[in-house]
Each structure stands twice: as structure tokens, then as C-alpha cells.
């Protein structure tokens, strides 16, 4: 079975919660690893229904918070935009570039401003424990 690791991770947090076992659950967690995007929960819930039509909306949102909570995702708020979901276990760290006219964003990785970031948070005498780095513009498309 493929994403047997995270499948446990989920398993092993609903334990612990004292909540069941549920085979929606696992579909929702099928779907939404499958999509290497950032993905609404109205875009999951519609790939989820292909494959178990009996699955709610709200299911969607309330598994989408257990993902959260357990570590498999983080949210995503980028402008006014619904709020997105991707992946965070197994994935390295990136930030977003937000194009304000069309609402697409890019990932992007830069050493020297994670760097940067790191410094500042030391002169300031912060311990790091993670960030978020969000940038918005306009993007090449929207340019031309």
C-alpha cells in the first residue's frame, strides 16, 4: 500500500484521540496525497467523490483538520483566496510567490533567505521553530 508512513501517522493521532477508525477518513487521506497540489477543501471533497459519493463536505473539513493537526498538512492563506491544503510531512520546506492579479502562486526555495531569516531571528534572540514566508506581486503572466 502506497503512504503506508503516513496512513500510521493518521492512525496513530485518531488513536490517541480516542476517535474511530474510519474508511472515509483513509479515502479523504488516499485523495489528497495522490494531488501533489494545494488543493481547497471543495477541490478534495470533489476528487473524494469519485470514489465514495457518500462522503460529506463537512467530513472533508473536519479530516482536512485532523491532516493539520497531525502533521500530514498546514493551511495555506494566501489573500483572499479560499484557504488551501498541502502537504507537509515528507516535504522540504518552500515559500509561496502570490501573483495578486490571477491568484496563482509559485513555490520557491532561496538559501540566502532562509538565511537571512535565521539571523534575524538570533539577533533578536528568538529560537526559530519555523516559518511561513509569503510574497505577493504580479507574476510574468499577468505582466505580458
Known sequence: MAFEVEQKILDDFVKNKGLKHSSQRKDILMAFLRTEKHLTAEELYSLVRKKNPAIGIATVY??????????????????????????????????????????????????????????????????????KLIMYGICQGCKE
Open 62 to 131: 473536519r479530516t482536512l483538520k485532523l491532516f493539520c493537526d497531525c502533521g500530514l498538512s498546514r493551511e495555506l492563506r494566501l489573500g483572499s483566496e479560499a484557504v488551501r491544503y498541502e502537504h507537509l510531512y515528507g516535504h522540504e520546506h518552500h515559500d509561496h510567490l502570490v501573483c495578486l492579479t490571477c491568484g496563482d502562486f509559485i513555490e520557491v526555495v532561496d538559501p540566502e533567505i532562509e538565511h537571512l531569516q535565521e539571523k534575524l531571528a538570533r539577533k533578536e534572540g528568538f529560537t526559530l521553530q519555523g516559518h
